[in-house]
């Protein structure tokens, strides 16, 4: 069974950093796509960042220049280094995984992907 744990997430003011980390076990994703997903409240999930095999990665607009999406292999982990954090960064953030190749036209597309986790929340204060 694929799970995929998140864990990093938390309060912080406006202008710090925060690095999420997700977890995966039960199948390896180091060719496959993985990403970065949010959801504030009243809001639809929106996409943040992905990664696929070869370290091609991508970012939403809003997220550029600030967060950093990268991934261990070894050990089977994605992370999201967060710096410059706007209290508009506040959401439950998402981590996903895809279970096969997705063309970089879809990635950003929440439907692209096969696995979740629970999620983790960040807050950025004024």
């Known amino acids: 069974q694929v799970q995929l744990v998140e864990s990093g997430g938390g309060l912080v003011q406006a202008g710090g950093s925060l690095r999420l980390s997700c977890a995966a076990s039960g199948r390896t994703f180091s060719s496959l796509p993985e990403g970065w997903f949010r959801q504030a409240p009243g809001k639809e999930r929106e996409f943040v960042a992905a990664?696929?095999?070869?370290?091609?990665?991508y970012y939403a607009d809003s997220v550029k220049g600030r967060f950093t999406i990268s991934r261990d292999n070894a050990k089977d982990t994605v992370y999201l280094q967060m710096n410059s954090l706007k209290p508009e960064d506040t959401a439950v953030y998402y981590c996903a995984a895809a279970g096969s190749f997705i063309g970089s036209l879809r990635i950003t597309l929440v439907t692209e992907y096969d696995y979740w986790g629970q999620g983790t929340q960040v807050t950025v204060s004024s």
């Open positions: 990664i696929r095999s070869g370290a091609s990665t």
